[in-house]
């Protein structure tokens, strides 16, 4: 497998972990994005929208190429099944699935490069009201993903289950794929996390997997400080 | 069941297709949101991030509050699986995820009401600002949901499969869940869609099944002109 990405693109930070956590090894593609590489007729053969991460399953008994990081991960899911991303049961899944879109329907989609360069860039807006912007959105949708977490935590409890370790759990899903390269994007922006207790202990848990912290952007080749 | 939603909202919008495509009744509970239902007490403990729409599953199986429309359509396509609104295949069902995530990852979050709140009263932005922000999301993304379908439709030629009816194949998926109250949502805002031939083909084959219509905002309840 060919992953097309960028180090600090949290959408590709997510299909890397995932990769890692299966165990299965793929080549690095750089798609340098504050180069305009994306654009390029190039990597436009690759991906019609112009994102990454693109994941090329050549090898795979599909050869294709996968777009969309979410989409991409349950592929990997349901075509490598071992360790599994998603609960066993639908209700489950639901909640996983939900945690996950919480990160990437609510807060990735509205921070990402292309829409702060609109602010600043068409809008005129200044440096300050575009980190302003990113803080909002992060910290309303990190709240959100925290009240999830109290929520299923209080449902744990009643049935008599031990705390999730990740963020649903005693093992990384989906839901942590999305979370933690959130969390550490914001933490480019200064953000500073607070009040949100069990949603920096699932962050903290998975950081100290190898198949986290290696997908993390500071270990990626194209890596630049 | 009981859907807590409204008329206006894409998201809401998705998941009555999808009830009304797998022929469940449902209780339709109104969340009126420029009123700021969402924010309040009563629905606060239904939702914990205050969005809409929530699926309160009493009478499944299981007794839980489901949120986040694509994880609710997914938990209704596994717990009642016909008609499905996935392909059976892995391959397939990455395609109509990254086509339904193009819509709810790309184009929707970036367009609801809570943002083009923030652009026109915390940034202060003109309403022809906030239309050209609209109109920009919008046609970006429908764009690149036209290249996927141009992309697939060359697949299936190529596999000798005659051409899709709806957006992934000859029945409707969770793919034309998302894209359908997208392209209602945008004649809201006067958009007018060119160059979308694969894509409006799809939207209007939709419209003319019952299960697409009757989840149409102007057949809601709470419908307001």
């Given at each position: 497998m060919k992953l097309y990405n960028f180090f600090r693109s949290g959408t590709s930070f997510r299909v890397r972990i995932a990769l890692n956590l299966k165990g299965l090894p793929y080549v690095y593609q750089p798609v340098h994005l504050p180069k305009g590489e994306h654009r390029q007729d190039a990597y436009r053969a690759i991906s019609p929208d112009s994102?990454?991460?693109?994941?090329?399953?050549?090898?795979?008994p599909d050869q294709a190429l996968l777009s969309q990081s979410m989409a991409i991960i349950e592929y990997l899911d349901e075509t490598h099944?071992?360790?599994?991303?998603?609960?066993?049961d639908a209700l489950g899944r639901a909640q996983v699935r939900a945690l996950a879109q919480t990160v990437a329907c609510e807060i990735h989609p509205i921070n990402n490069l292309r829409i702060l360069k609109y602010l600043v860039?068409?809008?005129?807006?200044s440096d300050e009201q575009r980190n302003d912007w990113y803080n909002h959105w992060t910290v309303e949708g990190l709240k959100s993903y925290e009240r999830r977490l109290q929520d299923l935590a209080r449902q744990r409890a009643a049935a008599g289950l031990p705390p999730s370790v990740y963020s649903y759990g005693d093992t990384p899903t989906l839901a942590d794929c999305c979370l933690v390269p959130q969390v550490v994007n914001g933490t480019r922006f200064g953000l500073v996390y607070e009040d949100l207790p069990l949603t920096m202990a699932a962050f903290d848990a998975c950081m100290k997997l190898p198949a986290f912290e290696q997908a993390h952007p500071r270990n990626c080749p194209d890596f630049e400080a």
């Open positions: 994102l990454v991460p693109t994941l090329d399953v050549q090898g795979d099944p071992t360790p599994p991303l998603l609960p066993a860039g068409t809008l005129k807006l």
